[in-house]
């Protein structure tokens, strides 16, 4: 038996000479994990005793960490927009940035009694179209992605928050082959180009899905793909809102004014980079 507190004061040493940036943090969500407990139930000035067994589960978490696995693959689950979200291989971790375009979506459309068609391409872990069903509860969505088991993993994110009802999932290419009229389209497409993503860190560059981040030698060839088909998708007034990579706003808003869409705005995430692309289908 160890103290808890011994425990993460040397956890924290090993992981900050591992370059981990969130040391500290890290390695109590990893204890608590190992402890069968939520972060908060650890404690600030927790005493707890750790046994033998739980010390071995820490300790494979930890040696995985230090290798630079991403914390949140390692404990299964994250939050996106105050939801809890299952975590797998195929899908890309929900960031903070991303929620730059719920924010955009809830600022253009303010009633969440709107029941608004949604679809979502290259839903990965569906964290965006599940965070917008959960603020509009009228709203149906439908997400597609390229990997069946990104497919599987946002079908089964949807049914653990109750919203299989008013999600449906599916395997496609972008908007190819799709049928119907959306109200709202979103996608956090791939937008690293291609000779930039073994430069990004250890998290993203070694345990990332590559088919999610690629963007191509530009970086854009998503949004050439997606913005082919948006007008045929977009209900008449029905609007896009992309996620997009430091420095694209002016290049993917060319693409998508060129597609025939009206450009309403571009809004920044926290830290002041242009995020989240706001068109409309005025036809």
């Known amino acids: 038996m160890s103290g808890s507190q011994e425990i993460l004061k040397a956890a924290s040493q090993r992981l900050a ?13 990893l204890l608590a994990f190992a402890l069968g407990l939520r972060l908060s139930e650890l404690g600030l000035s927790s005493r707890l005793e750790v046994g033998f067994e739980q010390q071995a589960i820490f300790e494979t978490l930890l040696r995985r960490r230090c290798r630079r696995e991403p914390l949140q693959r390692l404990i299964g689950h994250w939050d996106f927009w105050s939801l809890d979200l299952m975590m797998g291989d195929a899908g890309l971790i929900p960031r903070p940035d991303s929620e730059t375009l719920i924010e955009t979506v809830i600022a253009h459309w303010p009633d969440r ?13 569906g964290c965006l179209l599940l965070a917008i069903i959960c603020e509009y509860p009228k709203a149906t969505g439908l997400g597609v992605d390229k990997n069946p088991e990104a497919v599987q993993l946002a079908a089964a994110n949807a049914a653990r928050l109750g919203f299989d009802a008013r999600t449906n999932f599916q395997v496609g290419d972008w908007g190819q082959g799709l049928e119907g009229s959306f109200d709202l389209i979103v996608s956090n497409p791939p937008y690293i180009p291609s000779r930039q993503i073994d430069e990004l860190e250890p998290e993203v ?25 948006l007008q045929r998708l977009l209900a008449p007034r029905g609007i896009a809102v992309l996620e997009l990579g430091a420095g694209q706003a002016a290049d993917v808003s060319a693409l998508l004014s060129a ?25």
């Open 17 to 29: 000479a591992a370059g981990v940036e969130t040391a500290q943090l890290d390695a109590r969500y």
């Open 259 to 283: 597609a025939g869409l009206e450009l309403l705005g571009l809004h920044a995430d926290l830290g002041g980079v242009e995020r989240a692309i706001l068109v409309e289908n005025r036809g």
């Open 205 to 229: 560059a070694l345990y990332d899905p590559r088919l999610a981040l690629d963007g191509g030698g530009d970086g854009l060839d998503a949004y050439r793909r997606i913005a082919m088909d």
């Open 113 to 125: 009694s709107l029941p608004l068609r949604v679809l979502d391409l290259g839903t990965g872990t």
